[in-house]
């Protein structure tokens, strides 16, 4: 987290000379209708410079065995014994960083460019989705990603078998460059299941497949999303302001998921010196949208694209460096750096004024890489070598409630970033009021998720996947956590079911996938999943940009 000298910070991580204070700008002005392993890491002390924690050598075990299999995302892999986490009297665990490919794994990964020139805050009127193909049944290129899921020359469903899942409907992406581009985000509404990916918006009937509303197509590339959506089915998207290298992520548009109609837009102005929209995190909480700069944050409306308040630097050179929404509105802050007293600060905001209804000081040499879960906080934290980890719950009041104490080596499925945080990233994870899912590696053969008591940091139970292939949790439904199942080289996946109380955790199946798709499902290598009124949907999140064979964009399942 050191700056090099006479460098400036890239990021959240460094901080500047102390600025004057910015001059407040202007919210977004509403629309005038119509127009992110090498090995094992050795064995070190705790963060306190004590002895190595309860564990001795953890032996290979069934919960996850070394290394991890092609295609890979990020794992944890299994360590020698963990040293001190870094609160007090608490176990933590070590890991190898383990590192995948970097454009075809986890979620977006952000290039990060030099500077350009400031531009202030403007409020525009939207212009009307700029249509790629018609909304109709009998589109001119069905592989454009704009089809209707139900015409061409191969019907996926052939040969299905008796208790099989049919193909709603498949999707092929949009033509990307060579060097690749982002598909973040999915978001399954009544109506419509919606994606990005590179300049284009798509939404599909959640049925069919039909186009529900016309392709939008943004001038540049996108690079960022709300990874939530809003009550009344809101979301915002980031574009970059040109095709240069000073391109900055900075041009926002909210959109309307069940029509695609465009709201308020506008430009993310730069804060203070190093302060920069190179690159942003968006989030919503409530009707507050979140956009983090490297190193503070602008609040705005998220109906009127107003300007709520901007999360600046505070206290000792604490500067904002990521955000995490839903909920409940988590700030991690750099503070400190390159002194004595160099740590991260973690802090609860109320997303309509911004001020803080807790802080949290994390120890020096610690850092808080992912957020797990915002309610309750959940923290998932690594050393300044990246070789221990540990996983935090905090109270309400921003005190630590426990610390995951367990021999398991988890794969979360986190997007690998570089530069900037990207708090949410982790796939693979699901959190209810009192535990914590996660998912063990499996290098070949079925894999287990562990239940983790939140209240003592304890393993409840594990619960194996029921066929020879990984399975990870979606979320915490009706008191059953929904889990996916992965497909197989010649056997689709599954969604199954697992109770979350009583003595007994069976699987127990909702949806099997199809035999005669399962090539397609199991390449899904960079992928977002989700389970919605009965229908099971797997997407892209990274295109390579491969142009000799048609890339897929999207898959939905269903009875």
Known sequence: MTQPPDQPPSGGYGAPPNQPPQPPSGGFGPPVPPTPGYGYPQQQPGPYGGQPGPYGQQPQTPYGGYGYPPPPPPQFTPAPPPGKGPFKGKPALLIAAA??????????????????????????????PTPSTAATDDP????????????????????????EAKVLWYKEAPDAPGSGADAPGMWITDKAAVKAAYKELVAYDVADGKPTWATITFPQKICAVTPQKSADDKIVVAYESGVSDNAKCNQLQQIDLNTGAKGWSGTVPDGALFDSAISVGLSITGKTLMVGRSESGIAYDLDSGKKLYEKKKYGSACFPSAFAGGTKLIVVSSCGASTSNEHDEVQELDPATGKAKWTKSIPKGWSVSHAFSVDPVVLYLTDSDDKHWNISTLKDDGTVRSQVDSKAAFAPGCGLSILDQDLQGCESVAVDASTLYLPTEATTGANQIVAIDLATGKEKWRVKSPVDESMVPIRVEGGKLLAYVGAGYDSGGQVVTVPTTGSSHPTTKLLQMPAGTAQIESSFYSRDIDYVDGRFYISSTRLNGNDDTKEKLMLAYGN
């Not at 952000?110 to 350009?116: E, I, Q």
Request: hydrophobic share 30%; charged share 20%; proline share 4%.
């Open 99 to 128: 590192v995948a490919g970097l454009l075809v794994v986890g979620g977006t990964v952000w290039a990060v460019t030099s500077g350009g020139d400031d531009k202030k805050p403007v409020a525009q009127q939207s212009d009307s």
């Open 140 to 163: 001119a290129n069905p592989g454009d990603g704009s089809g209707d899921g139900a015409q061409g020359s191969e019907d996926l469903n052939e040969g299905r078998k008796s208790g």
